[in-house]
C-alpha cells in the first residue's frame, strides 16, 4: 500500500541467553500510514524497544530475526545488505534511543556531535553543516547560540530537544522516538510533545513513538498500536481504540490509568503479570490474566482480524468486544481472574 | 494559625506534624569552581516552607524533578537535618529529639522509597529484610514471624511462606513494592512519607499499588504525606494537596480545588499540562514561558518570575508569602 510509510509483517526478533530463547517479538504486524504519528504501547518487556531498534537494523548482539518483512516505501529493510542500509539510517530512518539525553557524549560540544551526522554522514562542508545545526536548533526551539555548549549545561529537557535536533539533522522520512518524554516532567514533556507534532505537520514526517503512556498517545498520536508479550495485540486510529477498544489489555490498559479530567472512578489494576518470553503459554498470551479468557484462549493463537476501518484485534472474542466492553467497565471483573 | 475568614472551624485539632520555616542548603563544589578555586555553589533545596499537617490527613507533596520534595520528605523523618527552621512531631522539636524518644519517632515515622529494587537489600531474603526494623526494634523473636505475616497479608502478600526465602530478583517490581510497603508498616507507625512509590511501576501494575496505599492508610489511620510530580496519582491518594517549585511552596490546598481550578500561575501550567488518557484534550499553548528551573541560581523575588506570564515589577523584588484563600494558601503577589 503505497499511503503507507512503513509496513511490518510478522516480526519475529528472538534473544539468545545461554540457552535459553527469549520470543522478545514474536508475530508482531502493523502500518505506519504517511505523516502520521503512530504510538507504540504495552507495559514493560512487552519488546516496544526490540521493534524499534529491529527497524533501524542496530540491534543487540544477542538479537536475531527470525522472520518477517519490514517495508519502507515498499523495500524490504530485511532484505538490504548492510551497506544499503547504512544509507537509509539517518537520511530515511532516524532513531532517538531510550534515555537518548543521556547518551549524548559529555566531552564534545552539541555542535560537534552534529556536524558528526552532518559533514560525515550528510556530506555537508563547514558553512553548511553550521547553517542547518542553526536551522535544526530554531526547529526544536533552543538558542543557536548555544550550539558551541557541552550537554551537561543542557536541562534534562533541552538534552531531548538536542536528540530530536539530531534526528532531524537529514530530513528523514521516519523517526522512531523511544520513550522521548518518559523521564520529563509534564510541563516540559509538554513542550517536547507539541515541538514534535509541529514539526511533523510541517516537514509531513511520519513518526513512531514509543510510550508505556497511553495518556501521551492520546495527545499527539493519530493511530495506535499496542503490544502484549512480543505481540500486536490491537492497532488502529487512536480515538477509535481508546474509545472502543476491542482487545480485553486495552481495555484493562484504559482501566489502570488515572484520569485527571473523569470526576470519580477506581483504577483497577490487571492482577498477575506478563508471561515469562523463553518460555510463553500456548494460545493468547493474555490468557491468563485476561478475566474474559475461555476454554479456546489457551490453545488457539488469536489472529489480528479487521475489526473496523483500518482497526484490527487479536482476541478470539472479538465478535462479543461490545458486551466485554460492558463488563470491562467494571471493577469487579478484573478482581481474581487469576 | 487563625482562620480568618471562611467557615468556622470546629476545634483546630493540634497537627501531628508542624514545618516552620524550613530551609536547606546544601553546599555544591562544582569541578569548575573547585579548579578556579572559588567557594563553591549553594543549593537552596528547601527555602523557606511552612505547612502543617494533621492527624489522618493524606497531603500530596507534588513539583517537578529537583524541586526539593525529597530534601522535604527526608528532613520529616530525620534523615537528614534542616539548614534553618524546625520540624515539629506531635509538639516535639525533631533537631533536639535524642534517646527513647527518637527511638520511638524512628518506628513511627517510616518512609516507603521510590525504587523496590534499591530499597531492600539484594543479598537478603524477603524474610531478612521484614525481620530487620523488628530486631533493631528490639521486638522479641518470638513475636517476630507473626508480625511478618501480618505485615505480608495487609498488603495482600498472602502466603508469605511462598516468599519469605525469595530474594529480591526473584520477584516482580509490584510484588515487591508490596514487601517495601510491608516493611515500612510492619512496626505499626502513624506517619509515612511514600517518596513516588509507583513510578517505578508498570501502569497495569500501579493500580494495585495506590489502591493498596489508600486502603491501609484508612485502616490505620496514617497521616502520610505522598510525594509525587504526577498530579493525576496526587489526586488519586490525597484530599490535600501542597505545590512546591524550586524550594518554596507555591499552593496549598484541597487537591480537588487545585485540580478544578488552580489560582498560582505555576500550579495553572501544571494542571494544563497534564495529560489525560483520552483524545479530546486541550493543545492550547501552555501559560509558562520554557524554562529550566536552577536550584543554583534562583531568581530574586518570586522564584517564578522569568517563566511568569504575569510577572510584574514588584515579583521581581519581594518574595510572595502566602495569602490565605478560602481552604488555599497561594504564594503569589497577584493575589496579596
Ligand atoms: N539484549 C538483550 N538480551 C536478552 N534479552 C533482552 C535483551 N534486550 C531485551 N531483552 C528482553 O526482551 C524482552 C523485550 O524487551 P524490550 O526492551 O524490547 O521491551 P520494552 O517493551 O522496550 O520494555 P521497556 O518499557 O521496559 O523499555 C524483555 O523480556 C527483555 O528482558
Ligand atoms: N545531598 C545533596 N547535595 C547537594 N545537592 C543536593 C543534595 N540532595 C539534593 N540536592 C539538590 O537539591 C535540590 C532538590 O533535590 P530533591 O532530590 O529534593 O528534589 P526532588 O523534588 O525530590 O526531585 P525528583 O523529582 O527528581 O526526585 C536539587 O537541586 C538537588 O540537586
Ligand atoms: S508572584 Fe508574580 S511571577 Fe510569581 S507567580 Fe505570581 S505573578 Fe507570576
Ligand atoms: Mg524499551
Ligand atoms: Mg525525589
Known amino acids: 500500500m503505497s499511503d503507507n510509510i512503513l509496513c511490518v509483517k510478522g516480526l519475529k526478533v528472538t534473544y539468545s541467553v545461554g540457552t535459553a530463547r527469549i520470543r522478545a517479538v514474536d508475530d508482531a504486524t502493523f502500518d505506519i500510514p504517511k505523516g502520521s504519528i503512530v504510538g507504540l504501547v504495552g507495559e514493560s518487556g512487552c519488546g516496544k524497544t526490540t521493534v524499534?531498534?529491529?527497524?533501524?537494523?542496530?540491534?543487540?548482539?544477542?538479537?536475531?530475526?527470525?522472520?518477517?518483512?519490514?517495508?519502507?516505501?515498499?523495500?524490504?529493510?530485511?532484505?538490504?545488505?548492510?551497506?544499503?542500509?547504512?544509507?537509509?539510517?539517518?537520511?530515511?530512518?532516524?532513531?532517538?534511543?531510550?534515555?537518548?539525553?543521556?547518551?549524548?557524549?559529555?566531552?564534545?560540544?552539541?555542535?560537534?556531535?552534529?556536524?558528526?551526522?552532518?559533514?560525515?554522514?550528510?556530506?555537508?562542508n563547514r558553512r553548511e553543516a553550521r547553517a542547518r545545526a542553526e536551522e535544526?536548533?530554531?526547529?526544536?526551539?533552543?538558542?543557536?547560540?548555544?550550539?558551541?555548549?557541552?550537554?551537561?549545561?543542557?536541562?534534562?529537557?533541552?538534552?531531548?530537544?538536542?536528540?530530536?535536533?539530531?534526528?532531524?539533522?537529514?530530513?528523514?522520512?521516519?523517526?522512531?522516538?523511544?520513550?522521548?518524554?518518559?523521564?520529563?516532567?509534564?510541563?516540559?514533556?509538554?513542550?517536547?510533545?507539541?515541538?514534535?507534532?509541529?514539526?511533523?505537520?510541517r516537514l509531513g514526517l511520519s513518526v513512531i513513538l514509543v510510550t508505556h503512556d497511553i495518556s501521551v498517545v492520546a495527545y499527539v498520536c493519530d493511530r495506535i498500536v499496542v503490544m502484549y508479550a512480543g505481540r500486536v495485540v490491537e492497532s488502529g486510529d487512536t480515538e477509535t481504540v481508546l474509545t472502543q477498544p476491542f482487545h480485553p489489555y486495552t481495555m484493562g490498559l484504559y482501566n489502570?490509568?488515572?484520569?485527571?479530567?473523569?470526576?470519580?472512578?477506581?483504577?483497577?489494576?490487571?492482577?498477575?503479570?506478563p508471561p515469562d518470553l523463553s518460555d510463553p503459554p500456548d494460545g493468547c498470551r493474555f490468557a491468563p490474566r485476561c478475566p474474559f479468557a475461555q476454554t479456546p484462549c489457551s490453545t488457539q493463537n488469536p489472529t489480528l482480524v479487521e475489526v473496523g476501518s483500518r482497526h484490527v484485534s487479536a482476541c478470539l472474542r472479538v465478535d462479543e468486544a461490545q458486551q466485554l466492553r460492558e463488563q470491562a467497565a467494571q471493577t469487579q471483573t478484573w478482581m481474581g481472574a487469576i | 494559625m487563625t482562620s480568618a475568614q471562611g467557615k468556622a472551624v470546629t476545634s483546630t485539632p493540634s497537627p501531628v506534624i508542624a514545618v516552620?520555616?524550613?530551609?536547606?542548603?546544601?553546599?555544591?563544589?562544582?569541578?569548575?569552581?573547585?579548579?578556579?578555586?572559588?567557594?563553591?555553589?549553594?543549593?537552596?533545596?528547601?527555602?523557606?516552607?511552612?505547612?502543617?499537617?494533621?492527624?489522618?490527613?493524606?497531603?500530596?507533596?507534588?513539583?517537578e524533578s529537583g524541586c526539593g520534595k525529597t530534601t522535604m520528605g527526608r528532613m520529616l523523618l530525620k534523615l537528614d537535618e534542616p539548614s534553618e527552621g524546625r520540624i515539629l512531631f506531635e509538639g516535639d522539636d525533631l533537631a533536639t529529639m535524642q534517646g527513647p524518644a527518637l527511638r520511638a519517632y524512628r518506628a513511627r515515622a517510616q518512609m516507603i522509597f521510590q525504587n523496590p529494587f534499591e530499597a531492600l537489600n539484594p543479598r537478603f531474603t524477603i524474610a531478612?529484610?521484614?525481620?530487620?526494623?523488628?530486631?533493631?526494634?528490639?521486638?522479641?523473636?518470638?513475636?517476630?514471624?507473626?508480625r511478618i505475616r501480618k505485615a505480608m497479608d495487609l498488603v495482600h502478600l498472602p502466603d508469605p511462606a511462598q516468599f519469605l526465602e525469595r530474594y529480591p530478583h526473584q520477584m516482580s517490581g509490584g510484588q515487591l513494592q508490596r514487601v517495601v510497603m510491608a516493611r515500612?508498616?510492619?512496626?505499626?507507625?502513624?506517619?509515612?512519607?511514600?517518596?513516588?512509590?509507583?513510578?517505578?511501576?508498570?501502569?497495569?501494575?500501579?493500580?494495585?499499588?495506590?489502591?493498596?496505599?489508600?486502603?491501609?492508610?484508612?485502616?490505620?489511620?496514617?497521616?502520610?504525606?505522598?510525594?509525587?510530580?504526577?498530579?493525576?496519582?496526587?489526586?488519586?491518594?490525597?484530599?490535600?494537596?501542597?505545590?512546591m517549585y524550586l524550594g518554596c511552596i507555591v499552593e496549598d490546598g484541597p487537591t480537588e480545588e487545585i485540580v478544578k481550578n488552580p489560582m498560582h500561575p505555576y500550579t495553572k501550567a501544571l494542571v494544563a499540562a497534564v495529560p489525560v488518557p483520552h483524545p479530546a484534550q486541550s493543545h492550547a499553548p501552555l501559560p509558562i514561558k520554557a524554562g529550566a528551573p536552577d536550584a543554583r541560581n534562583p531568581p530574586s523575588g518570586c522564584r517564578l518570575r522569568d517563566r511568569c506570564p504575569h510577572a510584574f515589577d514588584r515579583c521581581a523584588i519581594e518574595e510572595p508569602k502566602a495569602t490565605r484563600i478560602g481552604a488555599r494558601k497561594v504564594h503569589c503577589h497577584l493575589f496579596d
Open chain 1, 52 to 124: 524499534a531498534r529491529a527497524l533501524t537494523r542496530v540491534m543487540a548482539k544477542a538479537a536475531g530475526f527470525e522472520g518477517g518483512e519490514m517495508l519502507f516505501d515498499g523495500v524490504d529493510l530485511l532484505g538490504l545488505s548492510e551497506a544499503d542500509m547504512n544509507k537509509l539510517r539517518w537520511r530515511d530512518i532516524a532513531f532517538i534511543p531510550q534515555s537518548a539525553m543521556n547518551s549524548l557524549d559529555p566531552v564534545y560540544t552539541i555542535e560537534k556531535q552534529l556536524n558528526e551526522v552532518l559533514i560525515q554522514r550528510g556530506g555537508m
Open chain 1, 136 to 201: 535544526l536548533f530554531d526547529m526544536v526551539g533552543i538558542d543557536p547560540r548555544r550550539l558551541g555548549d557541552y550537554p551537561h549545561q543542557f536541562s534534562g529537557g533541552m538534552r531531548q530537544r538536542v536528540a530530536i535536533a539530531l534526528a532531524l539533522a537529514l530530513n528523514p522520512k521516519l523517526i522512531i522516538a523511544d520513550e522521548p518524554v518518559t523521564a520529563l516532567d509534564v510541563i516540559v514533556q509538554r513542550q517536547i510533545l507539541d515541538t514534535l507534532k509541529s514539526l511533523q505537520e
Open chain 1, 256 to 273: 489502570a490509568f488515572p484520569d485527571l479530567q473523569s470526576s470519580e472512578g477506581l483504577l483497577t489494576p490487571i492482577e498477575g503479570h
Open chain 2, 20 to 63: 516552620e520555616d524550613i530551609r536547606k542548603h546544601f553546599a555544591v563544589g562544582s569541578p569548575i569552581a573547585a579548579a578556579m578555586r572559588r567557594k563553591s555553589v549553594v543549593v537552596k533545596a528547601i527555602d523557606g516552607v511552612n505547612f502543617t499537617l494533621n492527624k489522618g490527613e493524606s497531603v500530596g507533596l507534588l513539583g
Open chain 2, 128 to 146: 531478612q529484610s521484614m525481620d530487620e526494623p523488628l530486631s533493631n526494634a528490639n521486638i522479641a523473636k518470638a513475636e517476630r514471624a507473626d
Open chain 2, 184 to 243: 515500612a508498616l510492619i512496626l505499626e507507625p502513624t506517619f509515612v512519607v511514600a517518596d513516588e512509590p509507583v513510578s517505578m511501576l508498570d501502569v497495569s501494575v500501579r493500580a494495585g499499588i495506590l489502591n493498596l496505599f489508600r486502603e491501609v492508610r484508612d485502616n490505620m489511620g496514617l497521616t502520610a504525606i505522598y510525594i509525587s510530580h504526577d498530579l493525576a496519582l496526587v489526586r488519586y491518594v490525597c484530599e490535600r494537596t501542597i505545590v
